[in-house]
């Protein structure tokens, strides 16, 4: 199983950009497909972005396509989330997840980054 820490997140302004990390830990996360998902309070969780084991085929939800960009070093055991034009509506705890996008299922997840988007 693969250990997963998110760092990156803040206050930003609307329009404003941030870069999310998320690195692991263990002999796996080159095998895994890796995703970030967010939930704001009192929303459920939403599927933001997800990317391939070897970074070849990447997924965005909806709200964020043409914003945000995921991509992953597989050498450095890090997963990233480039996220640009900044809306107070993409304010949210933003996790990163390993597992199997096929399915859609994630089984090891890290604790969370928040960020906060000013209006």
């Known amino acids: 199983q693969v250990q997963l820490v998110e760092s990156g997140g803040g206050l930003v302004q609307a329009g404003g950009s941030l870069r999310l990390s998320c690195a692991a830990s263990g002999r796996t996360f080159s095998s895994n497909d890796m995703a970030w998902l967010r939930q704001a309070p009192g929303k459920e969780r939403e599927f933001v972005a997800a990317i391939s084991w070897s970074g070849g085929s990447t997924y965005y939800g909806d709200s964020v396509k043409g914003r945000f960009t995921i991509s992953r070093d597989n050498a450095k055991n890090t997963l990233y989330l480039q996220m640009n034009s900044l809306k107070p509506e993409d304010t949210a705890v933003y996790y990163c997840?390993?597992?199997?996008?096929?399915?859609?299922?994630?089984?090891?997840w890290g604790q969370g980054t928040q960020v906060t988007v000013s209006s």
């Open positions: 997840a390993a597992g199997t996008i096929a399915t859609m299922t994630f089984g090891s």
